[in-house]
């Protein structure tokens, strides 16, 4: 069954240093989502990519993060400098297409924590 | 805006009985529900959705879920609870009117014991 693929796991990281994360999702799945999940709370959108153009980013911090995805395959998020407060799982998910009854898929997530 | 309420942080349930995990959602327009379960360090699996139709929906799993309009909610179901459904439960919500956005609940824990 096809999975889409997150690296690494796991990242620990010191505050003010850069840190990436990265996805590949299902083939030929066109829409892409990080999300942000902080323990004991619901998976909260950063960024959904249609393609490879950005269709939300609404609650991306633009100031210390920033996510791609330049051949509208797999994408790669970042975020520099880290703060502690960023510590948290990020989940990528992709779908086939952007309607409104497609559900996502998700990867394993990426754990962060920011010493 | 749309939001997505879960009521109960954890429902407790003893292994063959029946379970509901309870969801409640403001949209404004026509809402489109979803569920999904996540294990331990996991992402979150599909469980099963509402978009059109039916108000009881079947799902993966033996779940299913009862969308009711006039109160706003679409409860998780199964008749016959496994120990192996001990997971933390996500309901999800899209509005035709909000773009593509999912929002998401803070999740139940559901705890089966045998």
């Known amino acids: 069954e096809a999975e889409v693929a997150q690296s690494p796991r796991y990242k620990i990281t010191e505050k003010s240093q850069a840190v990436a994360f990265w996805c590949d999702p299902i083939s030929g799945h066109a829409t892409l989502y990080w999300y942000r999940q902080i323990l004991g709370q619901g998976p909260e959108l950063l960024v959904q990519?249609?393609?490879?153009?950005?269709?939300?980013d609404s609650q991306l911090p633009k100031d210390r993060f920033s996510a791609e995805r330049l051949k509208g395959v797999d994408s790669t998020l970042k975020i520099q400098p880290a703060e502690l407060g960023d510590s948290a799982m990020y989940l990528c998910?992709?779908?086939?297409?952007?309607?409104?009854?497609?559900?996502?898929?998700f990867g394993q997530g990426t754990r962060l924590t920011v010493v | 805006a749309q939001s997505v309420a879960q009521p109960e942080d954890q429902v407790n349930v003893a292994e063959g009985n029946p379970l509901t995990v309870k969801c409640t959602y403001s949209?404004?327009?026509?809402?489109?529900l979803f569920w999904y379960v996540q294990y331990p360090n996991r992402g979150l699996q599909f469980l099963l959705k509402y978009i059109t139709g039916d108000n009881l929906v079947k799902g993966s799993y033996g779940f299913e879920a009862e969308f009711n309009k006039s109160q706003t909610s679409f409860h998780l179901k199964k008749p016959s609870a496994l120990v192996s459904d001990s997971a933390l439960y996500f309901c999800a919500v899209r509005d035709d009117t909000g773009g593509f956005k999912t929002i998401f609940g803070a999740g139940t824990r559901l705890f089966v014991k045998a």
């Open positions: 949209v404004s327009g026509n809402p489109y």
């Open positions: 998910a992709s779908s086939l297409a952007r309607g409104m009854n497609t559900e996502a898929f």
């Open positions: 990519f249609q393609d490879e153009s950005v269709v939300d």
